[in-house]
């Protein structure tokens, strides 16, 4: 399981939250668990079982109306039994002073309360933003990845098949390298992978017997992206003429990265066809399959309606 520290979370945000820690310092190291913020909500009124001591909490406005309306006595009881939870840590938000119990029984029970001057919504946005980028699942995997007439491809294959090659004539075409030999991926919630490059070859292509070349400078910033979402796997084979290949395309296949299942097609290669087109035709249909049409199965079933009917004689 992927987990940040609060002072790590703290020490990188510190920036863009304008934050500041004003109490329970010693908690620092309580570690946030889940990518999505918390309201405490009903938990003021008592009743600390639904919170979950993995996820930053955030007071907002509306929630220190609420504990200002309380009686001291009351208060203070509340924010102890809230804080007996071992929180990883408290966000109050709009440059709000807290109450003064919040602060007490913070640091009696060293959960970090922290304060920023964003509003509120400003300052989720981007705590989420960075437990998305953080807490997310990540691997890498040795393709090219490409975005072709707005589908995430990812090109796999053993090594020397020709993936770059192929890549650099799709950029040709007009479409958009992302990450070529390390593709970075991450999941983003709830079920989105993430494709990116690897920083220190970010934009660069290796084409053997050429070398390196930069595709940001070559063909300009129009040509490449910093990310996409894979939504296609297009795994490059050599030939093998005994082998038998989708002729009609009816059953989709997947390929599993990160507990997701990605759509693949596996493409042979020989003499005389065309990569770029095929992947180009591939991204397309993927296209069209994502707006429920599915041309194979259409097909199907119009060839099934006419042997019903009598239109077609089987022989």
Same mark, same amino acid.
């Given at each position: ?114 304060? *920023? ?21 990540? *691997? ?176």
């Amino acid at each position: 399981m992927i987990t940040i520290r609060t002072k790590q979370f703290f020490d990188d945000t510190q920036s863009i939250l304008q934050s500041q820690c004003i109490a329970g310092r010693k908690g620092l190291g309580r570690k946030i668990i889940i990518p999505q913020i918390q309201r405490p909500g009903l938990a003021l009124t008592g009743d600390p079982a639904p919170l979950n001591p993995g996820r930053i909490q955030i007071l907002g406005n509306s929630e220190l109306r609420y504990l200002n309306k309380l009686k001291p006595v009351r208060r203070s009881f509340v924010l102890k039994k809230i804080c007996e939870t071992k929180l990883c840590c408290f966000v109050i938000t709009n440059g709000k002073q807290p109450p003064e119990q919040l602060i007490t029984q913070a640091n009696k029970f060293h959960t970090p309360l922290l304060t *920023t001057a964003l509003n509120t919504a400003t300052a989720i946005v981007r705590i989420q933003r960075y437990l998305a980028d953080n807490l997310a699942e990540k *691997t890498s995997a040795h393709g090219v990845l490409m975005d072709v007439a707005g589908i995430g491809v990812l090109l796999m294959g053993k090594s020397g098949i020709g993936k770059s090659e192929c890549a650099l004539e799709l950029v040709m075409r007009g479409h958009r390298l992302v990450a070529d030999d390390i593709v970075k991926i991450h999941k983003r919630h709830p079920d989105a992978l993430i494709g990116s490059g690897a920083e220190l070859i970010q934009y660069h292509m290796e084409i053997r017997g050429l070398g390196i070349i930069n595709i940001k400078d070559l063909f300009g910033v129009g040509a490449v992206r910093e990310q996409k979402v894979i939504e296609l796997i297009i795994e490059l084979v050599e030939w093998k003429p005994k082998q038998t290949y989708e002729r009609i395309g009816i059953n989709d296949k997947t390929m599993e990265i990160l507990d997701q299942h990605i759509p693949a097609v596996t493409i042979p290669i020989r003499p005389g066809r065309s990569l770029s087109a095929i992947i180009e035709v591939a991204a397309r249909n993927q296209l069209l399959k994502l707006k429920g049409i599915h041309s194979a199965r259409e097909f199907q079933e119009q060839l099934t309606k006419k042997l019903l009917t009598g239109s077609i004689k089987k022989k």
